[in-house]
């Protein structure tokens, strides 16, 4: 069965490029999170999607960082314009049912801002 | 303000010995707690979990211990595995949130 997906896999971009990442979930499942990861402050939620509504985008540091789930397949995050403060791992998830059970992680995309 | 606690960014442990992880957490509303576990270049997979019902969850070599009058919850492995050797986050959930602690990078000792 295939898992949550995300691409790319990494990405190198100067300062002040747009920066698109994309998740394709698990099928079926009704949640979709956005996480970032950095050593200073660990896993963060970005944002939520509970059938394809934003639910819950507190965790989005600023007005540069945007999200989209146009249908139940897929979802982009996208930085525009990117900093140098926005190099991280950004992690797609998505779980069935609950918001608080288990979340299925994709592999990440790391992205590096110059 | 950190709402779920790794307060040992590390830990080292000789293989066949018991590994004890530590996680806090500061708000009562959680009732759901998780540990994930992550391998380099890889997403956290879900490990164990745990409610807030409940005092101790056992799962093979993986077992979850809860204190709520402490805020307090530990992932003990037995006996450790060098497959263990990984980054564990602890994760409190509740009312449609779910925080994550910053992880404990765990090294498993030849």
């Known amino acids: 069965d295939a898992g949550v997906i995300q691409s790319p896999r990494h990405e190198v971009t100067e300062m002040g490029q747009e920066v698109t990442l994309r998740c394709k979930p698990i099928?079926?499942?009704?949640?979709l999170f956005w996480y970032r990861q950095t050593m200073m402050r660990g896993l963060e939620l970005l944002i939520y999607?509970?059938?394809?509504?934003?639910?819950?985008d507190s965790g989005m540091p600023e007005d540069r960082f945007s999200a989209k789930m146009p249908n139940a397949s897929f979802s982009t995050l996208k930085i525009q314009p990117s900093e140098p403060r926005d190099s991280a791992v950004y992690f797609c998830?998505?779980?069935?049912?609950?918001?608080?059970?288990?979340?299925?992680f994709g592999e990440g995309s790391r992205l590096t801002v110059l | 303000d950190q709402q779920v606690k790794q307060n040992s960014p590390s830990l080292s442990v000789q293989e066949g010995r018991i590994s004890i992880l530590n996680c806090d957490y500061t708000n009562s509303m959680f009732d759901y707690f998780l540990w994930y576990k992550k391998y380099p270049a890889e997403g956290p997979t879900f490990l164990i979990s745990i409610s807030s019902i409940k005092d101790k969850n056992e799962d093979g070599r993986f077992t979850v211990f809860l204190n709520k009058s402490a805020k307090h919850l530990s992932l003990h492995i037995v006996p450790s595995q060098p497959g263990d050797s990984a980054v564990y986050f602890c994760?409190?959930?509740?009312?449609?949130?779910?925080?994550f602690g910053k992880g404990t990078r765990l090294h498993i000792l030849p």
């Open positions: 099928s079926g499942h009704d949640y």
């Open positions: 998830a998505s779980s069935l049912g609950s918001v608080t059970g288990e979340l299925f």
């Open positions: 994760a409190a959930s509740g009312h449609d949130k779910i925080i």
């Open positions: 999607f509970n059938n394809n509504v934003p639910i819950d």
